[in-house]
C-alpha cells in the first residue's frame, strides 16, 4: 500500500523568501507524482504533474523535481508571495493501478506580507 | 469547456438521514473517481466508476455508501443514515483516460462538498 508523507505540516514564511516542500512515497513504482494547491473551504488546483520518466516540471515560479528511486519529490516557490498562501499537496500515482491517487496530508504554507 | 461541477457545495444532515452528492464530469470524460478528505487528513480513495459501471470500489465502505454513474446525468454518492463521523469533505474527480498516449492522464477534481452531520 502506498503512503504518501508531506514535511513540514505547515511552514510560515516572509513575503519574498523562497518555499521548499517536501513529500516523500513508500513505493518508488508510480506512474506519476502531481502537486496540487488547496485553498481553504476549496477545490484542488493541480499544479504541475512528473511523469515517472521525467526528473522535474517547471512553470513559472514553480519547480518541481522528483527521485523515484528515493521516493521523494520537493515543490520550489520562488519568490514567495501572500497569495501563495494555501496547503499545498502532493499525491502519486501508483503502483497498484494507474487510477488510484493516493495523497500526503498538505503542507499549509503562510506567507507572510 | 466547464469543468467538474459538485453540488451541493454544503450539505448539512442529521443523523439517520440520507446524503447525496452530484458530480458532473468535464466534458468528453467518461470516468470518475470519489475521494474523501476527513478533517486534518490527505484525500482517499472511495470509488472509481466508468458510464453504467463500477470499476473500483476498494475504498468505499462497504455498508451505507453506494455510488452510480448512469448512462445519463451525473454520478452519484450516496450516504444512508448519515453519522457524526461521516462529516468530510467529498471530492469528485474526472478522466478521460487516453489509452493510445504513453503518459497517464490527468485528473480534474471539482470543488467538493463538504458534509456535516449533526
Known amino acids: 500500500k502506498q503512503e504518501v508523507t508531506q514535511i513540514p505540516a505547515a511552514l510560515s514564511v516572509p513575503e519574498g523568501e523562497n518555499l521548499v516542500l517536501n513529500c516523500s512515497f513508500t513505493d518508488s513504482a508510480i506512474y506519476n507524482l502531481q502537486w496540487f494547491r488547496q485553498d481553504p473551504g476549496k477545490g484542488l488546483t493541480s499544479l504541475l504533474l512528473i511523469q515517472s520518466s521525467q526528473r522535474e516540471q517547471t512553470s513559472g515560479r514553480l519547480n518541481a523535481s522528483l527521485d523515484k528511486s528515493s521516493g521523494r519529490s520537493t515543490l520550489y516557490i520562488a519568490a514567495s508571495q501572500p497569495g501563495d498562501s494555501a496547503t499545498y499537496l502532493c499525491?502519486?500515482?501508483?503502483?497498484?493501478?494507474?487510477?488510484?491517487?493516493?495523497f500526503g496530508a498538505g503542507t499549509t504554507v503562510t506567507v507572510r506580507a | 469547456n466547464a469543468g467538474v461541477m459538485q453540488n451541493p457545495r454544503h450539505l448539512v444532515r442529521r443523523r439517520g438521514q440520507e446524503a447525496r452528492l452530484r458530480c458532473s464530469p468535464m466534458?468528453?470524460?467518461?470516468?470518475v473517481y470519489w475521494y474523501r478528505q476527513l478533517p486534518e487528513e490527505g484525500l482517499k480513495f472511495m470509488v472509481y466508476?466508468?458510464?453504467?459501471?463500477?470499476?473500483?470500489e476498494s475504498g468505499m465502505p462497504k455498508e451505507r455508501f453506494s455510488a452510480e454513474f448512469p448512462k445519463e446525468g451525473p454520478s452519484i454518492l450516496r450516504i444512508q443514515q448519515v453519522v457524526r463521523g461521516d462529516s468530510a469533505a467529498y471530492f469528485c474527480a474526472s478522466s478521460h483516460r487516453f489509452q493510445a498516449t504513453r503518459d497517464t492522464d490527468t485528473q480534474y477534481f471539482g470543488p467538493g462538498t463538504r458534509l456535516t452531520v449533526l
Open positions: 466534458k468528453g470524460h467518461s470516468h
Open positions: 466508476l466508468q458510464k453504467e459501471n463500477i470499476i473500483d
Open positions: 499525491a502519486a500515482l501508483g503502483p497498484t493501478n494507474d487510477y488510484k491517487l493516493s
